[in-house]
């Protein structure tokens, strides 16, 4: 029979999986103003290690109440810096070793599962309304977008990062998956 873990065998589980990630991961934030959506991403880089998050443009604080609800206290354990323009955002990235790989519906973008996220990647995502910035969009070394095949023409910018940092992970973590321990020693 199957049970949800105990606090401490999810600790273990998670000590297990950040030994398997070496590859360093950031994320850039532009123009994201509504609250929930990036106190929902906050979790989200807090959850799967992401080393660093800039944000740009009209983006929400991360001190705000209401991003800090969604949050639930992770947005301290992810570093972030909040950067005047797109292109200082671009230029702290790559200063710091990163290729920037924006998650945009644009032509010339890759599906996901073809992109290049390699470790030391920073994805990059945009405005609920209207995505990311030509200035990003040309700015970046890469552009990639998530398959649909529903009757929506978007997914929800939280959904969307969520789906392409753990792409960005999972991609790291092949072939580890029958290696992990038994979280529960059973």
């Not at 200063?95 to 790989?101: I, R």
């Amino acid at each position: 029979m199957s049970t949800q873990l105990r606090p401490t065998d999810v600790k273990r589980l998670n000590r297990q999986w950040r030994r398997r990630t070496e590859g360093r991961l950031s994320l850039m934030v532009e123009s994201v103003t509504q609250p929930f959506n990036l106190g929902s991403i906050l979790r989200t880089c807090a959850t799967l290690g992401v080393d660093r998050l800039w944000l740009t443009g009209n983006s929400a604080d991360p001190d705000d109440p209401k991003v800090g609800k969604t949050a639930l206290g992770t947005g301290a354990k992810v570093p972030h810096e909040r950067l005047s323009t797109t292109a200082d955002a671009l230029a702290a990235a790559r200063a710091d070793g990163y290729k920037v790989v924006a998650l945009e519906l644009a032509k010339g973008a890759v599906p996901l599962h073809a992109a290049p996220l390699e470790p030391d990647v920073c994805l990059a995502v945009g405005a609920e309304d209207h995505g990311c910035s030509p200035a990003l969009l040309n700015g970046a070394d890469a552009i990639t977008y998530i398959p649909q095949i529903g009757r929506v023409g978007s997914l929800n910018v939280a959904v969307a990062t969520a789906i392409a940092l753990t792409e960005a992970r999972r991609r790291e973590w092949v072939g580890f998956g029958d290696e992990v321990d038994d979280p529960i020693g059973s």
